[in-house]
C-alpha cells in the first residue's frame, strides 16, 4: 500500500519510481537513477516536461541531481540539496561531477575564459552556486574546467557566511518570482534557502517544510530579534531587527524591508490572516 508522501520530495509515479521508495510506494518499475551535476548558472525545475509548465522552483550551478527518467530533451530529476523533485533540460547536466571548493558570496558574478574582465563572460553564476577551484591567478580563482572568477566573489565552503540575514539583504530590490532562487528572480523560501546556504546552513525549499523544520518556535507575541523568520499560510519573511522585515513579495514584486507590523495588517486587510509561526534558529 502506498504511503501518503509530499509529491514534492517524492519521485515517484505510477510507472516508475525511485528503487528507494520500494515497498513505501507502488510503481511498474523502480531505478536506482543516475547523479549529474547541473552546469548552467541558473535552471528551472518544471511539474511536467513542457516549457511552458509550471516552475516549482530553481537549480543552481554546480548543484547534484539523481535523475530517474528522461523524455525528450527533459530529465525527470530529484535534487541533492533540498530532495526537490521535477523535470529540468536534459541538456544542462553533467555525468563528470566535481567535488566543489567555493561557492558565490556575491548576487551575481560572471566566469571568464581568462584573467581578464574585459573577455566576454563564458557564464554568469547565482549566490549560493558551488564550484571547484584549482588554481590562484592574479585576482581571480580559476575553476577545473578553467573559468576565471573574481576572487572576492567566492568563498570557501568551509568558511560560512557568519550573518544570513546580511546575505540576504543583498539581494533587496531582486524582482520576486514564483519559485525563483537568484537575484534576477526570487520568491520568498528561496530567499531564505539561499541566504542560509552560504551560511553553510541547509533549508528546506517551501515556505510550509521551513515553518515545520527550521529553528525552534517562538510565541507570535514575543519581542522579535534579527534572524527571526515569521511566517503567513504560503510566506515567509527574516526580521532585520525587532521591528522590520525583510521578504520576497508579491505587493512590491521585490525583496524589499518594510515594519513588520505595516506587513501584518496589510496582509490582515486582505484576507491573508495573521502570522502562524515564529521560529528562531541556532548556531
Known sequence: MNETLDRRLTPARPDLAAVYLKGRVTADRYVEGAVMEVKEGVVDMRREPRPDAAVDTQVLYGERVTVYDEEEGWAWAQLARDGYVGWIGANVLWSELSAPTHRVCVPRTFVYPAASIKQPPLLALPLSAEVSIVEERDTFLVTRDRGFIWRTHLTALDQPAPDFV?????????????????????????????????????APRDSDMQEAQLGAPVATDAPRQRGDLIFWKGHVGIMRDAQTLLHANGTHMLVSSEPLDLVRARNLEAGAGDITGVRRLSW
Open 166 to 202: 546580511a546575505v540576504a539583504e543583498t539581494l533587496i530590490g531582486a524582482p520576486y518570482l514564483w519559485g525563483g532562487k537568484s537575484v534576477i528572480g526570487v520568491d520568498c523560501s528561496g530567499l531564505v534557502q539561499i541566504a542560509l546556504a552560504v551560511a553553510g546552513r541547509k
